[in-house]
C-alpha cells in the first residue's frame, strides 16, 4: 500500500454531468499529480499542484480543473462530462522535485 | 509530441526464466526513469527507479539504462506466474513535474 487514497473507487455518470474525484497523499508528500489513463494505454499526465497552485499541465481541455488543499489533498474536477472521459482516474503523490511517484488505487468514471 | 516506445505484448515466458522488458525514448532530457507494474484492474505500482547509465539490480529485479542509446529495460529473473501483469516504463525531464508514459508491456508467465 502506497498511502494514497482516493474516493470513490467506482462512478457512473451521465453525459453533460460534473464529477469531483478526491485524493489524500501519502504522509509527508507535498505535490499531487492526476493522470488519465483509458483501457490499454499507459497514462496521460493531466496537471499537478504544489502549494496548493497548479504546476503544469498535460493536453486536456480547461473543463478539467484541480484544487490541492493545505493538507496536501486534491481534488479533481470535470465539467461537460463526454462519453470519451470514461477512464481510470489516477492519483500519485510525491515530494516536490523528488522523481519517484506513488499512485492511489484510481477511481473508475464510466460516462453513459 | 515525447515518445516512450514499447512493445505491447504480449510476452510469454516460463516459470523460472528471465524475462527482458524494453522501452526507448525520444527525449534526449529526459533524466528520470521508473519502471511500474499494473496488475489487471489496478493503479501502477513502483518498482523500479534509476538515474544513471548502467544496471541497478533489486531483489529479482534489474533495471538497466542507456542515455546514449536512449533505452532503458527491465529484466526479471526467476520469473513467476505473480509477474504476470502490464510492465510501463516512465521518464521525466523536470523533476516535480509530469511522468510520460509508454503503453506498456504485457508479461504472461507460464507454470
Known amino acids: 500500500e502506497t498511502g494514497v487514497t482516493q474516493s470513490p473507487t467506482h462512478l457512473i455518470k451521465t453525459r453533460g454531468q460534473q464529477v469531483t474525484l478526491r485524493c489524500s497523499s501519502q504522509?509527508?508528500?507535498?505535490?499531487v499529480s492526476w493522470y488519465q489513463q483509458a483501457l490499454g494505454q499507459g497514462p496521460q499526465f493531466i496537471f499537478q499542484?504544489?502549494?496548493?497552485?497548479?504546476?503544469g499541465r498535460g493536453n486536456f481541455p480547461p473543463r478539467f480543473s484541480g484544487l490541492q488543499f493545505p493538507n496536501y489533498s486534491s481534488e479533481l474536477n470535470v465539467n461537460a462530462l463526454e462519453l470519451d472521459d470514461s477512464a481510470l482516474y489516477l492519483c500519485?503523490?510525491?515530494?516536490?522535485?523528488?522523481?519517484?511517484?506513488?499512485f492511489g488505487q484510481g477511481t473508475r468514471l464510466t460516462v453513459v | 509530441q515525447k515518445e516512450v516506445e514499447q512493445n505491447s505484448g504480449p510476452l510469454s515466458v516460463p516459470e523460472g526464466a528471465i524475462a527482458s522488458l524494453n522501452c526507448t525514448y525520444s527525449?534526449?532530457?529526459?533524466?528520470?526513469f521508473f519502471w511500474y507494474r499494473q496488475y489487471s484492474g489496478k493503479s501502477p505500482e513502483l518498482i523500479m527507479s534509476?538515474?544513471?547509465?548502467g544496471d541497478k539490480e533489486d531483489g529479482r529485479f534489474t533495471a538497466q539504462l542507456n542515455k546514449a542509446s536512449q533505452y532503458v529495460s527491465l529484466l526479471i529473473r526467476d520469473s513467476q506466474p505473480s509477474d504476470s501483469a502490464t510492465y510501463l516504463c516512465?521518464?521525466?525531464?523536470?523533476?516535480?513535474?509530469?511522468?510520460?508514459f509508454g503503453k506498456g508491456t504485457s508479461l504472461l508467465v507460464t507454470p
Open positions: 500519485a503523490s510525491s515530494f516536490w522535485g523528488g522523481a519517484e511517484a506513488f
Open positions: 504522509s509527508g508528500h507535498n505535490t
Open positions: 499542484y504544489y502549494r496548493e497552485e497548479e504546476n
Open positions: 527525449d534526449r532530457g529526459s533524466q528520470s
Open positions: 534509476i538515474y544513471s547509465n
Open positions: 516512465a521518464l521525466n525531464s523536470n523533476s516535480g513535474y509530469a511522468l510520460n
